[in-house]
């Protein structure tokens, strides 16, 4: 039986950040039920139209998710264990912005079944937080992350963004050891990257955002690699850092390329050979999951508005682009060859050969043969790996 991650779009948000560009509305609440009883009937409609389904992660993410109530959560998470066969150990994460969480909350969310907490902390500084248009301040981080603490989490992720316009070393420094001060389980770090259509991205060409040093950025993220292995984080990706036991096992779903199906609005699922997305808009989200919407064939619901098959070609890109994100374990040779039919070295023998001239990548050995990794000095340059790997059979 294939074993899935599910993730769920909750794309409500109070408040549009400015350099976000993720499907998410801003004052769109008072259609909450409605979505997630739509989302409750897209569960069920893709379940139905499958043999049973096993789950071994189940992802809210947003949007901000955590604007749902307790019982909402509960509600969803009744129908999955109604519908699919959940893994008693699944790992059940939500994202949440420190803002919207109360100690009552956090110990309603531990009661409905979410075992890992993802804050949006971003920054520790009331300028940068301003400057991104967050809502929170430190200090309901602190609280937010006492609360979940006492509820009983102890899969705690902290995530945060440097390379902010207007952002020193110094003060990245200060931000990481506040986060670090919380103790998280585990970090993601994300350079600011201004997406195409966000007022960032507007301002920065307008000429009303300093310019970012690449130089810094990347002095920013050796410091935070240093700064984190000396505390025992083990970089596992080239933006997370966990300890011991607390990989994001969702997340290392979509890098070790196996299937997950996405429900909600602008919701994207992959199953070998398909890839596919969810309509956009909240209400055309609703609309086309009314009662006696008509099903569709496995995976996609009525939702679905976009898919796309995937030649064998294609996926072995996609498994090398993601796999060699894993820092540590990159893209195990054996597992390629079970998977594709065909060797590594077969299907890339010149983008291999290309990248080892380079030295951009090792070959290192683990229990089930040899694994092909970025060498460390290629994390900041991954995406020049990346290329060569993709658009080879075009
Ligand atoms: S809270 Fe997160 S998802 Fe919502 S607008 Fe801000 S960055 Fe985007």
Redesign the pocket.
């Known amino acids: 039986m294939n074993t899935y991650g599910l993730y769920l779009h909750i794309p409500f ?1 109070q ?3 400015a ?2 560009d ?1 499907n ?1 509305y ?1 004052r769109q609440e008072s259609l909450l039920n409605a979505y997630v009883e739509a989302l409750c009937r897209e569960l069920k409609t893709v379940a139905a139209s499958s043999a049973p389904l096993q789950v071994e992660t189940v992802f809210f993410g ?3 998710p955590s604007l749902m109530q307790p019982a909402q959560y509960a509600r969803i998470l009744e129908t999955i264990a109604r519908n699919y066969r959940l893994k008693p150990e699944a790992e059940i994460s939500t994202e949440a ?1 420190p803002g919207t969480l109360s100690p009552t909350g956090l110990r309603g969310l531990r009661a409905a079944g979410l075992n890992r907490l993802s804050l ?1 902390v971003q920054s520790a500084h009331p300028a940068e937080l301003r400057l991104l ?2 809502s929170h301040d430190f200090s309901a981080v602190i609280r937010s992350v006492e609360a979940a603490r006492s509820a009983g989490f102890d899969n705690l992720n902290l995530d945060l963004i440097y390379g902010l316009p207007g952002q020193s070393l110094a003060r990245w420094e200060e931000n990481l050891s506040w986060a670090l001060r919380l103790s998280p389980d585990h970090l993601s770090l994300y350079a600011l990257t201004l997406e195409q259509g966000t007022p960032f991205a507007h301002w920065a060409r307008r000429g009303l955002l300093p310019p970012v040093d690449p130089d810094l950025v990347a002095e920013m993220y050796t410091l935070a690699q240093e700064r984190l292995a000396s505390l025992g984080y083990a970089q596992y990706e080239i933006s997370n850092w966990a300890r011991e036991g607390k990989h994001c096992r969702h997340n290392l779903i979509y890098w070790r390329g196996q299937p997950y199906l996405g429900f909600g609005a602008g919701a994207h699922g992959y199953v070998p050979g398909l890839r596919y997305s969810n309509v956009l808009s909240i209400r055309s989200y609703l609309a086309r999951l009314q009662d006696g919407a008509r099903p569709r064939t496995f995976p996609l619901s009525p939702a679905a508005a976009q898919r796309q098959r995937l030649a064998p070609a294609d996926e072995t890109e996609e498994f090398m682009m993601m796999g060699l994100r894993l820092t540590h374990e990159g893209v195990s040779a054996t597992r390629f060859q079970q998977r594709f039919g065909q060797t590594l070295e077969d299907r890339f023998h010149k983008p291999l050969q290309r990248v080892f001239a380079r030295g951009l990548v090792e070959w290192v050995n683990f229990p089930d043969g040899p694994h092909l990794r970025l060498v460390p000095v290629a994390y900041l340059v991954s995406n020049q790996v990346f290329v060569e790997f993709i658009q080879t059979h075009r």
Do not use: K, L, S
Request: glycine letters at 18%; charged letters at 20%; aromatic letters at 12%.
């Open positions: 948000c408040h549009r950040c350099y976000c993720f998410t801003a947003g949007g901000t912005n949006g248009e967050r």
